[in-house]
């Protein structure tokens, strides 16, 4: 009786909130959920107001190539002199609105493909999931530099390749799902009505993939921080001389005996980024394991 | 040896932190005996029934009381000692044998094992598979347990309960996922067994013909009190408490068609029990004492009830016979002819109906009766044009259905809604009631916002007598019944003139099915004609006038209820209603006789069963 009780509970609480917001105060709850939460705000927090922090400008040269750190700055200073720590503060914004930007759009186009084809079934079904692994059998990499190659680098279209490596993934996973909400009887109810497959995509489906959604996010922007930060360390995401993590990496790794902290401190704060949200993606999954029917509710 | 096998005392089980779930149980339970412990969902009656064996669930502890097998206190004996009293003087026997028994092991070594874990020789495996009416040949020992049917092995479950000699068996629900005809040949083994060992058994069912029909002594839960207890016929001739007989008014009785009452409301769950008596807010007797304090023990002889009008509520007697007619019999609203009906597998098609031939007239209901995996939904979900069928014709009023509903017209699609079984499933969690019922309205044109669809809202929750207040509701916070009347709420929305009932009160409790029929009942007075699928023999005696049996497919016999089952022509509609075990004092070997005629025909059908697997 004790799955009576969590009921009884939730319901009360449910009440007075919507699901999505006890879901995340669920998650946060947790030890793993808390510790991924932390460290996801602290980075967005470093990338987002860095640039009014910066003690200097990110391009002006200030100092010596490959000085040490000092009082005067923290970090030291990079390949041509410049600040360290400013370069540091200034480098995160584009890194996390480029992996969000393409994260979205890869959401965007893959869930409604995946709930449509899932609804549909029969041949619309398995072109879609043909198609999908087709697309799956690309490395990812090698899809976006041939993609940047083809029409020139910049970083709306970093955003557009990797939301388009994204899409088969996000539409395999959205179509699993859908194919069992679609089995549930208010599908049947509503096909056997005469509504359309659209009207029954968007009102009995996708309110119905919200949660996991909330599980599968913190995935695709792991995947695209790793590609963002990859294609910027080969110089094909924001271009020199503006700052970037995966930049600074590749600009000074000739150095990298002199003067270690103007690459380890990047290095480890995308490798911070990720892994918090690896904790808060693992704390909303648990969280979820348990069925679509309750919503998430346990 | 004096004393009862079984005595529990003022048993109290709470929530870790404090919330009762249940307290002041307290019953006895002689040799020989079988006590039935009947509730509906969430009364406590399973955590009690793990409690006879000194087992909490997690989350919850046994905060006080005594239960004594043969005078020794299980609740005081440190770990290992009790857990060599479980499994030898007192035995468990849970609702779903396929989790107890190990698919990995052949049933022979597991019951094997049982026998080795208490020092019993293991020679006694043959003589204890044989003693539950299994075939003890080496061959079938040698099964692993997918190889067998849900009654051989619940059989199998119950040997391993007797291996030791127990003293005292506890069984929850033993019967409840099986068939009736496979429940029927597991009670009357545990009626045999009952006489012949000497053991105690404890009986936890939510069904009360069922226990009725096996129990000399019983004892009724009701939100974690045990608000009656004394002998079968006591009980269920003369109820002390009114939640029992009102529970009674709520079993649809096979010998006698009647209106069934209902319990408004629903149970109070653990930690929202009200002060004085939990049964207060839906008893038709209260009086301003039960709100304010517990009730105490009325005895009568050797029954008890927890009430302060304990004896002194009768139920107004039910309508007699009152299966409504509809006015005009307008000709065949809904007619099948030759339906045929399959399931494509990958690679292999498995034919689920042959040849079902009937009609529906306008306003009526046709019944369609049969076990699991007679074809019994596929045939509803051919009406509704949610699977298409292989040959054969629908036609309604007069005009052929397009096979799937995609292609039908919408004045057809509207005319034909269907409510399933689960109501967890057929409501969209994710959208308040007001959009479950708001949509067909606004879909059919009925509606187009404002006040006149508010008006048409409220009116469809009176029809299915739910408040307004529900609307603004989601799913996850309405009970099982509510939901269904939500779902209910939500075909007759588009104005149907036939609704499919696919076994629309199977997951409920009897009290909340018993007021979803009087629903049901009420709606056909309007004309609304009814598809009622389901396995429940007994509750279609009193709402339908037309009667379909189906056998694996193919329709056994049809025609009027009252012929059908005043008069059974098919040998399978016999053992059908003869396996519905009835609420009528002294029904309880009914037609067993005729159970065990079957009963080779039928063992025959699950070995075939098992070896097509």
Known sequence: ?298 | MSGPALDVRGLRIEAIGGVEIVDEISFAVNRGEVFGLVGESGSGKTSTALALLGHARRGTRIAAGTVEVDGLNLLTLPPAARRQVRGARITYVPQDATAGLNPRHRIGRQVEEVLVAHGQPRSAVGSLIAQVHLPSDPQFLRRYPFELSGGQQQRVAIAMALSCHPLVVVLDEPTTGLDASTQARILSLLRDLGSQTGAAFVYVSHDLAVVNDLAHRVGVMYAGRLVEVGGREGVFGRPGHPYTSLLLASVPRLSEPRALTGISGAAPPPGHRPRGCAFAPRCPAVIARCREQSPVEVANGDHVARCWRAWEYAPGAGGEGSAPRAAVDSGALLAADGVSASYRHPGRRFQVLWDVSFSVRAGGCLAVVGESGSGKTTLGRCVAGLHQPDGGTLTLAGRTLARRVANRTAAERREIQIVFQDPDRSLNPRQPIREAIGRPLRFFGYARGGVAEQRQMAELLERVRLPPGMLDRYPRELSGGEKQRVAIARALAARPSLLVCDEITSSLDVSIQAAIVAVLEGLRRDGLALLFITHNVALVRGIADLVLVLERGTVREYGDAAAVFGRPAHPYTQQLIASVPDLRLGAGTKGMGRIEAHRRQSDHRDRVADSAC
């Open chain 1, 1 to 298: 009786m004790s799955s009576l009780f969590a009921l009884s509970r939730d319901a009360e609480v449910a009440r007075s909130q919507p699901a999505a917001l006890m879901l995340l105060r669920s998650v946060v709850g947790t030890r793993g959920g808390r510790a991924g939460a932390l460290l996801v705000g602290a980075v967005l927090a470093l990338a987002f107001l860095g640039p009014f922090l910066a003690p200097f400008s990110p391009t002006a040269i200030v100092d010596t190539p490959f000085a040490q750190p000092s009082k005067a700055h923290a970090l030291g200073t990079d390949a041509l002199g410049r600040d360290g720590l400013s370069r540091f503060l200034c480098g995160g914004r584009t890194l996390a609105l480029t992996s969000f930007a393409a994260t979205l759009m890869a959401y965007l186009a893959g869930i409604p493909l995946g709930a449509f084809a899932g609804v549909r079934g029969g041949v619309v079904d398995i072109g879609a999931v043909a198609v999908s692994d087709l697309m799956l059998a690309i490395p990812s990499l090698v899809f976006v530099l041939v993609l940047l190659a083809a029409v020139g680098p910049s970083l709306s279209m970093v955003a557009i390749g990797i939301a388009a490596v994204e899409v088969p993934r996000v539409t395999r996973i959205f179509r699993a799902i859908t194919v069992e909400v679609a089995a549930l009887e208010f599908v049947e109810v509503a096909m056997a009505r005469g509504e359309t497959t659209a009207s029954i995509v968007v009102r009995e489906i996708v309110p119905n993939l919200w949660t996991a959604l909330m599980a599968d996010f913190g995935f695709r922007l792991t995947a695209s921080i790793v590609l963002v930060s990859s294609l910027s360390y080969l110089g094909l995401g924001q271009a020199p001389p503006a700052a970037d993590w995966g930049l600074m990496v590749s600009e000074n790794q000739i150095g990298l005996t002199i003067q270690p902290w103007i690459i380890v401190v990047p290095g480890a704060t995308i490798a911070v980024l990720t892994f918090g949200v690896n904790l808060l993606t693992d704390a909303f999954a648990r969280r979820l394991g348990r069925s679509i029917v309750s919503g998430g509710v346990p």
